[in-house]
C-alpha cells in the first residue's frame, strides 16, 4: 500500500450543502475524515439529483462523491449528551471543518480548542464570524452576486448570469482546506493551534482576475462581456457541437500567425489574410470577415478534429465539451482521470472524477463509499472508549 | 512573522502568467520564501498585461502581475547560459519545492527537470501544472484558464438556457480551482517529506481541478441518462431564485427564497399587490409559475435601492445580495472593510497599490500579503549573496556577463 501523504490526521467535517469539498480534500490523501450528522441525516443528502431519480438518504449523487472516503457519526448536538461526545472526539481530532451544519450554533469552537490547544477549528461562514454583514443570510447565488463574480458574468445590459455549480460554495471550501493544512503543518510543529475564520464572499472576491486593480489603477469597472467580440475569440458551432476558440491568443501572443498557417494549410480560402499586417482582430468587420472564411471550415469538421489540428498548430482551441465526451476523452482516460464509485454503495460502478492531482509517492485514493447515516458509531465508540 | 504556518519553507518559482503565480502566492502569503525565477530576455507574460500604473505599460507597473506576486522575491537568471542553470540548480538543492506551469519538457530544456533535479535534492517536491498534465496523447496541448473552463464542460454548462453560454466572464479556473489544488498538493507533500525525509513529483493537468468541481454532469449522465443543461439562475428546487432590476443604472440584487415563510417575508417587504396571490404561497406553484413569478417580482424590485432592499430582506431573514461590481468591492462594503481584506503595499515604481489578502483570517494574528510584487529582478544581489555566498563585484560581474539577466 502505497504511503498517504495524511495519514494520522483526524478530521471532524460538521458540514451541510458546503464545507464537504474542503472535507474531501482531506480525505482523498488520506486524513480519516468524520462526517458528524444530525439525526436526520447531513442536508446534502436530500439534494438532488438522486440515482435512478429515486430520492433516499444514500441515493444523492452529490453526497455519493462528496462524502466518499468519510465515516458517518451522527450526533444530536441539541442534548448534553451530542455535546459531550463532540468534545470528547474533537479532544483526539486534529482539525475541525464547520459550516452549515444544521446544529451549528450550539457548537462552540472555542471551548472546543481550549480542551485541546493543538486543535485547528475553521469555520466556514457567508460574510465572516464578525463584522456588519455577518447576521445576514447568503446562498450560492446571492454570495457571487456579493462577492463580485456575479456582475461580470452574462450580457451587457441584461441580468448577470451565476456560474454552473455553486462555484461561490466550493470556492470556500477550497481556501478552507489550504488554510487549515496549513494550519496543521504548523500545528504538527510546534502545538500551537488556530481558530480559522473564512468567509464565503471574500472565497468569491478572490476570482476576481484583474477587476479590483483595474478599478484602482485605471478608474475601469469591469462587466459584462459575452457577445463583445474580437474577431476569432468565442464559441463557434462545428460538424457535431461547439468549440471555444482564442485564436490570437492572449495579450501580444504571437497565435495569429499560427492560425494563419493552419489554415493555409488545410487550403482554406482567403486564409492569408490573418497573417497580413493589415489584419486587425479588433476592427469592426473583422468578426464578419473571419466567419466568412473560418465557419466553411468548421462546419466540416468535428470538435475532436479540431482540437487535434489546434494542438499540432499551436491554436488555443478546445471543445465545448458535454459529459459523453468528457467520459470518452483520451486524455482523461490515458490519465485514469474518472474513477468508479466504489463497490458495495449505492454508486457503485458510477464514473466520478477522481484525482485532482497526481503525487508520486503518496497518490490519491479512493478507498470506501460514502457512507450510511451512522455508519461509523460502533467504531467510533469503540475507539472513544479505549484508553489513549 | 516566523509564526506565519509556511515560515522556512523554501520555494523556486518558474511560475508564469495566472494559476501558477497565484499558487505560490498564496504559500508566500502564508510565510514561504518564494523565489520568482525570471529573465530580462523572456518575461512573465502577465508584467505586460492591463491594468497598469497610471494606464502606462512596464514590466514594473502591472496591476495583474502585482497581485498575483505578492510575498515574492524575484531574481533574473538567463536560463540559456550553463553559469545561470548552475546558480538556479544550487538554489534548488536547498530549496523544498519547485514549481512551474509550462507544458510539459520545457523545465528538461532549461536544464531543470525533475530526474536532474531529485538528484541534486531527493527530499525536493517538484510540481508542475500544465494544461493536460506530463503524460497521455493531449500533454502538448497549450491552454488559458478560459480554454479549461470550455474542455471541462464548465462554460457550457453556465449561463441562460436559451442563449449561448457565457461562462464567468473570466479565466475562471486559473484564479480559484488551480491556485488551490496546487497549494493543498505542496502542503500535503510537505507533510510527507518533514515525516519521512522523502521528496515527490506532483504532476496536476490544471483541467482536472476544474472537472473535480463539477461532478454532478459525469454522474447525472451515467446514473439517470440526464444530460445536464443550462439553468440561469435558477434551481430546479427553489422559487424564487434570481437577478432582478433596481433602481439606479445596471444595478441588480440576486434573491434566493428557500421556504414559504420568507415568500411571505418577501412579499410584505415589497408590498406589491400583484405578488400577493394566494396560489404563490406554495413552492410548487411558484416553481410552476417561475417565469411569471420573475417578471411580476422584478417589475417590484426596480422601484427600490439595491442596498436598502438588501437589508430589509436580510432583516427578515431572505437571502439577498447585491450585484456589487470592483468599485462597491473596493471603496463601500463594509464587511470587506471590517475583514481589512483590501491590502495597500508600498511599491517603488507602483507607489501605494491594492492587493487582495486572503479570504480566511487566523485568531493567532494577521495572515496575508507581506509585502508588494518585486521589481523585474529586484532581489538578485541579496538573493545571490545570502544563498550562494557571491560577493557583490562576482555578482556585478556576473550581471555584466550576461549571466544574471
Known amino acids: 500500500m502505497a504511503a498517504r501523504a495524511l495519514d494520522g490526521i483526524r478530521v471532524l467535517e460538521l458540514s451541510g450543502l458546503y464545507g464537504a469539498y474542503a472535507g474531501k480534500l482531506f480525505a482523498d490523501l488520506g486524513a480519516e475524515v468524520i462526517l458528524v450528522e444530525p439525526p436526520e441525516g447531513s442536508p446534502m443528502r436530500s439534494k438532488p439529483p438522486f440515482i435512478g431519480d429515486e430520492p433516499g438518504p444514500d441515493n444523492s449523487l452529490a453526497f455519493s462523491y462528496f462524502a466518499a472516503n468519510k465515516a458517518s457519526l451522527v450526533l444530536d448536538l441539541s442534548t448534553s449528551g451530542g455535546s459531550k461526545e463532540l468534545a470528547r472526539l474533537a479532544r483526539n481530532a486534529q482539525l475541525i471543518i464547520l459550516s452549515d451544519h444544521p446544529q451549528a450554533s450550539t457548537i462552540d469552537l472555542k471551548a472546543l480548542r481550549a480542551a485541546n490547544t493543538a486543535l485547528v477549528c475553521t469555520q466556514i461562514t457567508p460574510f465572516g464570524a464578525s463584522g456588519p454583514y455577518a447576521h445576514y443570510q447568503g446562498d450560492d447565488l446571492t454570495l457571487m452576486a456579493m462577492g463580485g463574480l456575479l456582475t461580470m458574468a452574462g450580457f451587457p445590459g441584461e441580468p448577470p448570469v451565476v456560474a454552473y455549480g455553486e462555484q461561490g460554495y466550493l470556492a470556500a471550501d477550497q481556501f478552507a482546506a489550504v488554510s487549515s493544512l496549513a494550519a496543521l503543518l504548523r500545528a504538527e510543529r510546534t502545538e500551537q493551534g488556530e481558530l480559522i475564520d473564512l468567509s464565503i464572499q471574500e472565497a468569491i472576491v478572490m476570482a476576481l482576475e484583474n477587476a479590483a486593480q483595474t478599478y484602482q489603477l485605471e478608474g475601469k469597472i469591469r462587466n459584462r462581456s459575452t457577445g463583445i467580440k474580437r474577431a476569432g475569440t468565442g464559441i463557434y458551432t462545428v460538424k457535431d457541437g461547439e468549440i471555444y476558440l482564442l485564436a490570437g491568443g492572449i495579450g501580444d501572443t504571437a497565435m495569429w500567425s499560427n492560425f494563419a498557417q493552419w489554415m493555409e494549410a488545410e487550403g482554406v480560402e482567403n486564409a492569408g489574410l490573418f497573417a497580413t499586417a493589415e489584419w486587425s482582430d479588433t476592427a469592426p468587420e473583422a468578426e464578419d470577415a473571419f466567419q466568412r472564411i473560418f465557419m466553411p471550415y468548421a462546419a466540416g469538421k468535428t470538435k475532436a478534429e479540431l482540437y487535434a489540428l489546434a494542438r499540432h498548430w499551436r491554436v488555443p482551441l478546445a471543445p465545448m465539451s458535454v459529459a459523453s465526451d468528457l467520459l470518452q476523452d483520451r486524455q482523461l482516460d490515458y490519465r485514469g482521470f474518472f474513477v468508479s464509485g466504489p463497490s458495495g454503495g449505492p454508486a457503485d460502478g458510477i464514473k466520478m472524477p477522481g484525482a485532482p492531482y497526481k503525487l508520486s509517492r503518496t497518490p490519491w485514493s479512493l478507498r470506501r463509499p460514502a457512507p450510511p447515516l451512522g455508519h461509523d458509531a460502533r467504531a467510533l465508540h469503540h475507539t472513544e472508549e479505549s484508553p489513549s | ?405
Not at chain 2, 55 to 60: K, Q
Request: proline fraction near 6%; include cysteine.
Open chain 2, 1 to 405: 512573522m516566523s509564526n506565519l504556518p509556511l515560515a522556512g519553507v523554501q520555494i523556486i518559482d518558474f511560475c508564469w502568467v495566472g494559476a501558477g503565480s497565484y499558487m505560490t502566492k498564496l504559500l508566500a502569503d502564508m510565510g514561504a520564501d518564494v523565489i520568482k525565477i525570471e529573465s530580462t530576455k523572456s518575461l512573465d507574460s502577465l508584467r505586460l498585461a492591463a491594468p497598469f500604473k497610471d494606464g502606462i505599460r512596464g514590466v514594473n507597473r502591472s496591476g495583474y502581475f502585482a497581485d498575483r506576486n505578492s510575498s515574492k522575491r524575484s531574481i533574473t537568471v538567463n536560463m540559456k547560459d550553463p553559469r545561470g542553470v548552475e546558480m538556479v540548480c544550487e538554489l534548488i538543492a536547498k530549496a523544498d519545492v519547485v514549481a512551474n506551469n509550462f507544458r510539459p519538457g520545457t523545465m528538461e530544456k532549461l536544464g531543470v527537470g525533475y530526474e536532474t533535479l531529485k538528484q541534486i535534492n531527493p527530499g525536493l517536491i517538484y510540481i508542475g501544472m500544465s494544461m493536460n498534465g506530463d503524460e497521455g496523447p493531449d500533454r502538448m496541448m497549450l491552454g488559458y484558464g478560459i480554454t479549461m473552463a470550455a474542455i471541462s464542460g464548465f462554460m457550457g454548462l453556465s449561463g441562460y438556457p436559451d442563449r449561448e453560454p457565457t461562462g464567468t466572464g473570466t479565466n475562471f479556473p486559473d484564479h480559484v480551482p488551480n491556485p488551490t489544488h496546487g497549494a493543498f498538493s505542496v502542503m500535503a507533500a510537505l507533510r510527507h517529506k518533514w515525516r519521512t525525509g522523502e521528496g515527490q513529483k506532483i504532476d496536476m493537468a490544471q483541467t482536472e481541478p476544474m472537472l473535480a468541481l463539477i461532478p454532478l454532469p459525469v454522474m447525472d449522465y451515467q446514473a439517470n441518462g440526464r444530460v445536464a443543461t443550462r439553468q440561469g439562475n435558477r434551481s430546479p428546487w427553489h422559487s424564487p431564485r434570481g437577478v432582478y432590476p433596481t433602481k439606479g443604472e445596471d444595478r441588480w440584487i440576486a434573491i434566493s427564497v428557500y421556504s414559504d415563510l420568507q415568500w411571505k417575508a418577501l412579499v410584505e417587504v415589497l408590498g406589491d399587490e400583484k405578488l400577493d396571490r394566494s396560489e404563490w404561497q406554495s413552492l410548487a406553484r411558484r416553481i410552476a409559475d417561475a417565469n411569471i413569478v420573475d417578471a411580476t417580482l422584478a417589475g417590484a424590485t426596480i422601484n427600490f435601492d439595491g442596498y436598502e432592499l438588501m437589508a430589509s430582506l436580510q432583516q427578515v431573514g431572505v437571502a439577498a445580495g447585491v450585484v456589487q461590481n470592483a468599485a462597491d468591492l473596493v471603496d463601500r462594503d463594509p464587511q470587506m472593510k471590517h475583514r481589512a481584506h483590501w491590502r495597500c503595499l508600498p511599491h517603488s515604481e507602483m507607489g501605494e497599490s491594492l492587493y487582495n489578502g486572503l479570504p480566511f483570517q487566523f485568531s493567532s494574528g494577521p495572515v496575508g500579503p507581506r509585502f508588494a510584487a518585486p521589481l523585474l529582478g529586484e532581489h538578485t544581489h541579496q538573493i545571490i549573496a545570502e544563498k550562494l555566498g557571491k560577493s557583490d563585484r562576482e555578482i556585478d560581474s556576473l550581471i555584466e556577463n550576461d549571466v544574471l539577466v
